[in-house]
């Protein structure tokens, strides 16, 4: 399956997932930090349709550190059901979000689908090739800092024949690492290894906000 094809993937099972929400879960936290369930599903939907001149623009008006929240008033009027409709109309990602093959897509709707569900507690397990898909690509993606939570650490999957770094070892599932590597806080503590420690205050020095 290529990047695409696991991007359109992941997000119709998030769309199916997300179908299935009470209007009360809609508006539960998540771990991105004082955004909902909609509103995290508001921020993915905010990319899918903006040219790159919109994206300059968008940059401009946000000061670029606020981007992601000027893209999120626009479509923060919009109800659950009216995303939901527009989620199942892009479940194939286009413009921004279709970017390196549909990479860019993957790896939001992956990390996001789990800010979601691991709040409201309930997990699911990630298809392996996707998992590991995304996992190759995060330690060097630059918008989501993991490089420096991770400098001079060896990660190593216990699901998945998967390890990156050196260094003092963190443990874990690929899920919990992947979302570790992302900021996430609260998901250390189902790390273990010498190095656990060490990502762990990293992390208490940031905010996890978005991808």
């Not at 059901?81 to 860019?104: C, M, S, V």
């Not at 190593?156 to 690929?174: C, F, M």
Request: hydrophobic share 40%; aromatic share 6%; with cysteine.
């Amino acid at each position: 399956m290529n990047l695409m094809d696991m991007a359109q993937a992941e997000r119709r099972d998030l769309a199916t997932f997300l179908a299935t929400l009470t209007p009360e879960q809609w508006q539960a936290p998540t771990l991105c930090t004082g955004w909902s369930v909609k509103d995290v599903v508001a921020h993915m939907l905010s990319y899918e349709e903006l040219t790159t001149f919109g994206l300059i623009k968008r940059f401009a008006k946000g000061r670029f550190f606020r981007a992601n929240e000027i893209g999120l008033d626009e479509y923060r009027p919009l109800g659950p059901e009216q995303l939901l409709d527009l989620l199942n109309h892009h479940l194939r990602p286009r413009g921004l979000t279709a970017g390196f093959g549909g990479l860019i897509a993957l790896v939001d709707g992956t990390i996001h689908h789990q800010d979601i569900r691991r709040p409201l507690g309930i997990p699911r397990d990630i298809p392996p090739e996707r998992l590991q898909r995304v996992l190759d690509s995060v330690p060097t993606n630059p918008r989501l800092g993991a490089r420096r939570r991770i400098r001079g650490l060896r990660l190593r999957a216990t699901d998945l024949d998967w390890s990156t770094g050196q260094g003092p070892e963190v443990i874990g599932t690929g899920e919990a690492l992947l979302m570790a590597m992302a900021g996430r806080r609260g998901v250390t503590p189902e790390l273990t290894g010498p190095g656990q420690s060490t990502l762990a205050a990293r992390i208490d020095r940031t905010t996890a906000h978005t991808t």
